[in-house]
């Protein structure tokens, strides 16, 4: 029995199944984004209005790692995860919280 109860906890708390896929976003014209910012515990590195880096594939992180950015940076025109792109309605969602120009 707690051989099972190991090898259960021990599944679940490795990462196993997360895999980290270079990534990038573009931000809607006008912004201008910082060096760095940090998404999703990584480090993504920025160039105006382009920042990137690398995330998970699976979509809660994915959509985290959007929004973070958006709250982070401002309002993003595209948004790509390894071979997933977000769509404009996930894209809308995404920049629902976008921070504006200061």
């Known amino acids: 029995m707690y051989r099972s109860i190991i ?5 679940f708390a490795t990462p196993a199944l997360a895999e ?8 809607a014209t006008g912004t201008s984004a910082p060096s760095r ?7 993504w590195r920025c160039d105006g ?7 998970e594939t699976r979509a809660v992180m994915v959509r ?13 025109s595209s948004f790509a995860v ?3 792109v977000l769509g404009e309605t996930e894209l809308a ?4 919280k976008a921070r504006t120009a200061r």
């Open 20 to 27: 980290f896929v270079p990534s990038e976003a573009t931000f």
């Open 7 to 11: 090898l259960t906890a021990a599944l």
């Open 64 to 76: 985290r790692a959007c929004k973070t950015l958006a709250g982070e940076v401002g309002a993003l």
């Open 49 to 55: 209005a382009k920042c990137a880096g690398k995330n």
């Open 82 to 84: 390894g071979t997933q």
């Open 93 to 96: 969602a995404c920049n629902e």
């Open 37 to 43: 910012v940090v998404v999703n515990d990584t480090i």
